[in-house]
């Protein structure tokens, strides 16, 4: 099972990110840990007000710069629209790369920064989704299998909550056809 999620993880979210729904334009961008060899590496996470998930990336800093990677990631997502707003919690790596990345033009000037912990509370409800299947594993081998596996927990979040089209919240019997669909297989 471990090799199929390490093989296929990659593959499922390439397949699935064309057909993921359009989010909106007020994203909540946070930050959770995750052990991989016992040392604590960030999945950085963002949803928009709705609870869809934008995107995420696993970096083993906190800082300016995998901010900034992490926004720049989430910007060229095929299903996320420019942001409005975009409230982060009081990480002072957020007005850094958020800064830099207007000054470089990746970012539009009219974009707001709200720097208020408690409108955050939509990403901190969504991290234990992906907590609680990493959990049990007590943490990963390495970097790459943590990044591999996270993908595939992450896109399947999506699909079960609902943001595949064609797909509606917990129609499990429209996920098996999607993913049939998907890889070509017959049902």
């Given at each position: ?105 990746k970012l539009p000037e009219i974009v707001k920064l709200r720097q208020i912990k408690y409108l955050n509370n939509i990403v901190e409800q969504d991290h234990p989704c992906i907590k609680r299947l990493v ?53």
């Amino acid at each position: 099972m471990f090799r199929w999620v390490q093989e296929y993880s990659p593959e499922i979210d390439q397949r699935f990110r064309s057909h993921l729904r359009p989010t909106n334009d007020s994203w909540r961008v946070d930050e959770t840990y995750i052990l991989v060899k016992g040392k604590q590496k960030y999945l950085y996470r963002a949803v928009d007000s709705a609870g869809n998930t934008l995107d995420f990336l696993l970096t083993a800093k906190r800082d300016a710069k995998a901010a900034k990677r992490f926004l720049r990631k989430t910007l060229k997502a095929v299903h996320t629209s420019t942001p409005r707003v975009i409230t982060v919690d009081k990480n002072p790596a957020y007005p850094k790369a958020i800064k830099e990345l207007k000054a470089a033009k990746k970012l539009p000037e009219i974009v707001k920064l709200r720097q208020i912990k408690y409108l955050n509370n939509i990403v901190e409800q969504d991290h234990p989704c992906i907590k609680r299947l990493v959990r049990p594993g007590m943490g990963f081998g390495s970097f790459n299998t943590a990044r591999r596996t996270i993908r595939g927990y992450e896109i399947m979040n999506m699909v079960r909550k609902g943001q595949v089209i064609g797909v509606s919240r917990g129609a499990i019997k429209e996920r098996l056809v999607f993913i049939h669909q998907i890889f070509g297989v017959v049902a």
